[in-house]
């Protein structure tokens, strides 16, 4: 599959929130230079891009591992965007299993500002479908099967970029 697949077919999991990625993530990190990823940007179905983020954390880590949430502040939805037993390369073939004990959900804040609102992107590496393993159903979603998913937030109060979260898939 080729990446304007990828682009045009975001997962699922994103579909209604996924939008081009900004500029301003390009110029953010080097990451988004080199790692041969497919990028989106997030916004609330509503349209509205500064959202506030809720995942789960084990205490004193500084990224989320489990799932992760979009709140908007401008008309109150609380979105799961990604469930990693349930989205991803292991995810679809129910092989992810996750230990939450000692984690808690909570709300991500800037490292530097103790924002709560940022522009949100994440960043997939597709699943090429090349190895037999998929019936006819499975390729018809390939953008499903994602090998791993990181997101990136920049703070709507003082433009701090931060890695939030990166979970291998496969």
Same mark, same amino acid.
């Given at each position: 599959?080729?990446?304007?697949?990828?682009?045009?077919?975001?997962?699922?999991?994103?579909?209604?929130?996924?939008?081009?990625?900004?500029?301003?993530?390009?110029?953010?990190?080097?990451?988004?230079?080199?790692?041969?990823?497919?990028?989106?940007?997030?916004?609330?179905?509503?349209?509205?891009?500064?959202?506030?983020?809720?995942?789960?954390?084990?205490?004193?880590?500084?990224?989320?591992?489990?799932? %992760?949430?979009?709140?908007?502040?401008?008309?109150?939805?609380?979105? %799961?965007?990604?469930?990693?037993?349930?989205?991803?390369?292991?995810?679809?073939?129910?092989?992810?299993?996750?230990?939450?004990?000692?984690?808690?959900?909570?709300?991500?804040?800037?490292?530097?500002?103790?924002?709560?609102?940022?522009? %949100?992107? *994440?960043? %997939?590496?597709?699943?090429?479908?090349?190895?037999?393993?998929?019936?006819?159903?499975?390729?018809?979603?390939?953008?499903?099967?994602?090998?791993?998913?990181?997101?990136?937030?920049?703070?709507?109060?003082?433009?701090?970029?931060?890695?939030?979260?990166? *979970?291998?898939?496969?």
């Amino acid at each position: 599959m080729d990446t304007q697949y990828f682009l045009n077919n975001p997962p699922n999991c994103l579909k209604p929130y996924a939008i081009a990625l900004p500029d301003k993530f390009r110029n953010a990190d080097e990451e988004f230079r080199v790692r041969n990823t497919i990028a989106f940007g997030v916004r609330c179905s509503c349209g509205n891009s500064a959202l506030s983020i809720k995942g789960t954390k084990e205490e004193g880590a500084s990224l989320f591992f489990g799932c %992760l949430y979009i709140q908007c502040p401008k008309c109150s939805q609380n979105n %799961l965007i990604f469930d990693p037993s349930k989205n991803g390369y292991d995810g679809e073939f129910h092989q992810f299993k996750i230990d939450y004990e000692g984690a808690k959900q909570e709300l991500h804040r800037c490292s530097r500002c103790q924002g709560e609102n940022f522009e %949100l992107a *994440v960043l %997939l590496e597709p699943e090429n479908g090349e190895d037999g393993i998929f019936d006819e159903n499975q390729k018809a979603r390939l953008q499903d099967f994602f090998n791993s998913i990181a997101f990136y937030a920049i703070c709507t109060n003082c433009s701090n970029g931060e890695w939030i979260s990166s *979970v291998e898939c496969a």
